[in-house]
Every structure is written in C-alpha cells, then in structure tokens.
C-alpha cells in the first residue's frame, strides 16, 4: 500500500481526519529517522561540525581569564551556527520539499510533493492540511535533533576548557571512558586507557540542561576520583538554570560528592534566590556556596593535569 491522490483529496472533505492519521503514518517514516531530513542534514552536518570545531579550537592555549564571559559568547556562537544550518528545514520545509531532488528516493513523500505543487486551487484545504501533516513531523524530527545538538554541545563546553589550559585528547585526558561499570563517562583525567578506573583522578561528565536529569552523571561519575557534573545551566542558550534541579538532586549532589561546574553569575543567582525564599533552604545554599563553582574556577583545579 502507498500514499495516494485519493488519500489527499479526501483532506478537503469534512471527512478529513478519519484520513489524516493514515497520511502521517505514510509520510512519519519518509521524513524521520534516517529518511529526507537526516539526508538533508548531512548536506550542512560537515560544515557544521567544522564551524564548530574551528570555534573550540579558537580556545587552545588561550587560559582562563575570562573564561566564563568567553564560554558564554561560545555557546552563543554554537546556537547561531545550529540554526543557521537549520533554519531551512524548520522554517521551509515545505518548499524544500518540492525543489530538492532527494524526495525521488521516498514514493509516498514524492506523491505529497506532486500534491503540493499542482495548482489545485479548488482542494487549497487540502494542502494546508497536508502541510500542517508534514510541519508537524519536521517539528517532532527537528526536536531530537535539537536534543542531540545539546548533547554535543555540552561536552564542546568541556573541551573548549580543557583546550584552553592546552590540553591534548588522548595525552592529558581521555573521553567516553569505559569502565568497569556504569555508564561510559565523559571526560576523565589524567589520560588512561579504558578500564583503569584505580588511575582515574577526576570522572567529568556533560549536560548542557541539568534538571533531575543530574541523576544520570551519578553513573558516569565513579568512586575514587573528584566527581563533576559541567552544566550550561544559567547560559542564555539553556534551557535550565539552577533552580531546576530539584533539592534532593542536590543532595544526591552532596552525597556523592559532585561538584556542579556552571556559569558563574548562575550561581551567584542561585544563592541570591535561596536568600530571598521565606524559608531559605540553607543544606542547598550551603552546596552553591562550598561546592558549585564555575567554569573558571573548575579550570584553575584541574590544570596542574597538564604538567603530568
């Protein structure tokens, strides 16, 4: 079975969503996944990644003045290059979906793409209807894909602090550390090969948005090393800040002994906040006092690893 001209027709009858979900269920699959838009995608995904590089490069050498002011226009720059790559699928997709070449390879896709560019003037419900079908796919698509973006975009964060004390992958730290158990971690320091947890220093894992979330890094952040969860909480690209990690996340925090690395005026914000609560929650403000500290501040305790 394919999608056909009947299926669509019938969006401009009263009848029109007892045949909608039938339509989205054709064309969900020609456009997710690993279908149009992922092909779309790896057009710009190399020269992405290579503005994105070339930023997190830029911090080599550089040190730590400055570092939170310098990571906060870093993310910044990050977002602007994720949508301007983006811009055409999420805010033109239906025309890109009636000149790009590449909808030949999907036979339901290519029917709605025949749909969308006759001029059927008498059935214009019917195409507004099917592109309301096709931008709601684009949107759930473009969300994981967002997702994903954040998730790199946090460990950039790491690595443009590690970059800017000099350090090289593989010499002074390794990444996606596998150990003896839990889930694969981060960043850890010094460089060691996988498995060697007992010369393991410091176990650093990434999330760009901390929320309850901050219960995962618990798996990546193992006994016998200094423990730090880096955040982009605060950041203006972030969809969190610090009050969104709930207090008994924090005190899981406490317990074991992670330190959160963020922004450092999103800490200040924090303390203020709990400050003005009518009744303060002192064990929390204690943790952003004594253990949050910021990117600088983490960065000037880990650089003797460079010396190593």
């Known amino acids: 079975m394919a999608l056909s001209y009947e299926d669509l027709l019938l969006l401009n009858t009263n009848g029109w969503q007892n045949v909608i979900q039938k339509i989205h269920g054709y064309l969900k699959p020609q456009l997710q996944n690993n279908s149009f838009i992922s092909n779309i995608k790896a057009e710009y995904q190399e020269e992405r990644k290579k503005e994105i590089i070339e930023l997190v490069d830029s911090f080599t050498n550089s040190g730590t003045e400055n570092l939170d002011a310098r990571i906060y226009n870093f993310t910044n720059q990050i977002k602007s290059i994720n949508d301007r790559h983006q811009t055409s699928l999420k805010y033109d997709i239906i025309n890109v979906i009636k000149t790009n070449t590449k909808v030949k390879q999907y036979l339901d896709l290519s029917t709605a793409r025949d749909f969308l560019t006759q001029d059927y003037s008498e059935y214009a419900l019917a195409i507004e209807r099917l592109s309301s079908v096709i931008l709601e796919i684009t949107i759930q698509s473009m969300s994981q894909g967002d997702k994903a973006n954040a998730g790199i975009a946090g460990e950039n ?67 016998g090393g200094v423990r730090y969860l880096v955040s982009g909480n605060g950041l203006p690209v972030s969809s969190k800040v610090s009050k969104d990690i709930s207090t008994p996340i924090i005190q899981n925090f406490v317990d074991k002994k992670i330190r959160l690395v963020c922004y450092g005026k999103e800490i200040d914000r924090e303390k203020i906040r709990i400050k003005e609560m009518p009744e303060p929650e002192y064990d929390r403000l204690e943790y952003f006092e004594k253990t949050a500290v910021s990117f600088t501040t983490f960065a000037n305790k880990i650089k003797h690893f460079k010396d190593l």
């Open 157 to 223: 964060i790491v690595r443009a602090i590690l970059n800017s004390l000099g350090m090289v992958k593989e010499l002074h730290y390794n990444e996606q550390y596998k150990s003896k158990s839990g889930s694969d971690t981060d960043f850890v320091l010094p460089y060691v090969e996988n498995f060697n947890d007992i010369d393991v220093d410091v176990y650093i894992a990434a999330q760009f948005s901390t929320n309850d979330r901050g219960r995962l890094a618990s798996s990546e952040l193992k006994e």
